[in-house]
């Protein structure tokens, strides 16, 4: 699994739902100790960690996260592309990191560490946990699909829990009950009416209705119903909470999860840029230096049933991620 390709599809091939990283961890990690990397496993919970591999003292450090959304998708070559789940989102990102870390190791430099964490796909617990590790990098370079470009910077994230409340009943006598869901259908119908913040780089805060739960059985009047809402910030999340704090009064009760702000980002000549809608990583992973956002793929194809990447894309940012690690340590 020498090229970028074959390592692609082999971490693909690796199950590692988020919660459930462990094949793809131990696979990347053999890969790297076969090749002389110095592979320290950080225990994020049972049965899960981060990878942190090195060969001396890192001044730059690639990035990216080993786990994926459900379902498992496993890899195929089509045509020009490589198919499976993670194959842009970001196991194909991982393979072309590992690959150019390794070039420029075989190269004679060791000043490149490589950090692929577990968690991102929900609560980032495996970047939390890494920013306790003694990092020595002064460059971060996240690897995140932004279709060949170096993102200017990334919008914020925010989980907040709507919840409404009613009275159970039996349903063939709802008089006597109150439904949750009626209320909670009402609320929701009006968030498009908000007026939210927008930026220049950033454009429009966006909120999207992931999940609505309510009800036990069909013959229940419900007395609780919860929607969870995402947030996509683009400024200080203070504002959002005030807007939606009024937004709720009286309907329904709000719980706010921390979030992860807004961010601007390093960038370089010779690579176009603009900003990114999601949420990554970096801001929790202040201790590894100035960052950087960049990866093959589109984000518009991850977390679909027809995730891609272009194998020419692929095995081209293998180049691009030893020209940034160049560039960097050369500043």
Request: with cysteine; aromatic share 4%; hydrophobic share 45%.
């Amino acid at each position: 699994m020498t090229d970028v390709v074959s390592l692609a599809e082999a971490l693909i091939a690796a199950p590692s739902l988020t919660g459930a990283e462990a094949p793809a961890v131990e696979l990347a990690a053999a890969w790297l100790r076969e090749r002389d990397w110095t592979v320290t496993l950080q225990p994020v919970s049972p049965d899960r960690a981060n990878i942190w591999a090195s060969r001396g003292l890192g001044s730059v450090t690639l990035s990216t996260h080993l786990d994926t959304v459900p379902p498992y998708i496993a890899p195929a070559r089509v045509g020009t592309q490589l198919t499976g789940r993670g194959a842009c989102d970001a196991k194909g990102i991982a393979a072309a990191m590992m690959t150019a870390a390794q070039s420029l190791a075989d190269e004679g430099e060791e000043r490149v560490d490589l950090l692929l964490v577990v968690g991102e796909e929900t609560s980032s617990d495996g970047a939390r946990a890494a920013n306790l590790l003694p990092a020595t990098s002064r460059y971060l370079v996240n690897g995140e699909p932004t279709e060949g470009r170096l993102a200017l910077g990334a919008k914020g994230s925010m989980h907040v829990t709507v919840r409404t409340h009613g009275r159970a009943a039996h349903s063939a006598y709802p008089e006597l009950g109150a439904s949750a869901i009626t209320p909670m259908l009402a609320l929701l119908a009006t968030l498009e009416e908000l007026e939210l913040p927008a930026d220049p780089l950033f454009g429009a805060t966006t909120i999207n209705v992931g999940t609505l739960r309510a009800g036990r059985e069909a013959n229940i009047v419900p007395d609780v119903a919860e929607a969870h809402l995402m947030v996509r910030l683009v400024g200080d999340p203070a504002i959002v909470r005030e807007i939606l704090g009024r937004w709720a009064l009286g309907r329904a009760e709000l719980e706010f999860a921390p979030h992860i702000p807004a961010q601007h980002f390093h960038t370089m000549p010779g690579f176009d840029s603009g900003a990114v809608s999601y949420t990554s990583d970096i801001p929790l992973l202040e201790k590894w230096g100035t960052p950087l956002l960049f990866g093959p793929g589109s984000i518009h194809v991850a977390h679909t049933p027809h995730e891609f990447i272009d194998i020419d894309e692929l095995r081209s940012s293998v180049s691009s991620y030893m020209h940034i690690v160049r560039t960097l340590l050369a500043s």
